[in-house]
């Protein structure tokens, strides 16, 4: 009996839809303009941004119409003595040290779902130490700032996070606080 009453609750319902076809349609202009997008970046063409979290340069970003559809890569430098801007983000993030040490502070998320998403950081940072040739892994949401821990030499490293979490709606970032630098 079971089968013949879901049976019929499948069949309900007249409304029309067009969204196979659509996503069909879709799926070929987007093929078509991929063949135009670049299959590199000269390191001459990698923007500079002074921003919020500090001095980076783009290495590959979705705005730099290039092939890459997964990932936004940047180069961030940090003065001697300098840090970042405090900041969070749902994708995960890693980063390799190319020259310089320092430290990282993370301010791990809890969360809780129930009826909505609730958020709530840890009080106390974690610190992580780094130093050239580390890779630093930063959970998904979690608080974090970096700080060159010499005061006479700068500090620089790759960063890489997933722009496919964004892409499945949840584009949340958070400036907690901006570098020092900074000037809007």
């Known amino acids: 009996m079971p089968y013949k009453e879901e049976s019929r609750r499948a069949r309900l319902g007249n409304k029309k839809a067009n969204y196979y076809a659509e996503e069909l349609e879709r799926s070929r202009q987007f093929r078509q303009e991929y063949k135009k997008l670049k299959w590199g970046v000269a390191a001459e063409d990698m923007p500079w941004e002074d921003s919020p979290q500090g001095r980076i340069k783009h ?3 979705e705005q730099m119409d290039t092939k890459e559809c997964c990932i936004d890569m ?3 430098l ?7 801007g405090k900041h969070r983000h749902m994708p995960e993030e890693l980063f390799y ?5 320092g430290y990282d502070l993370h301010w791990d998320v809890q969360f809780d779902v129930q009826d909505e ?3 709530s950081w840890a009080e106390k940072a974690k610190k992580y130490e780094w130093g050239e040739g580390d890779l630093v892994y930063i959970p998904p949401y979690t608080t974090h700032q970096h700080f ?7 500090a620089r490293f790759i960063t890489v ?4 979490v964004k892409a499945m709606g949840y584009d949340w970032l958070d400036q907690v606080e ?4 900074y000037k809007p």
């Open 59 to 61: 290495v590959v970003n």
């Open 74 to 76: 940047y180069q961030q």
């Open 97 to 101: 040290v190319l020259e310089g040490r």
């Open 148 to 154: 060159n821990a010499d005061p006479n030499k700068p």
């Open 117 to 119: 998403y609730s958020w």
């Open 78 to 84: 940090l003065p001697p003595g300098g840090r970042s």
């Open 161 to 164: 996070t997933n722009r496919i």
């Open 178 to 181: 901006n570098a020092p630098d």
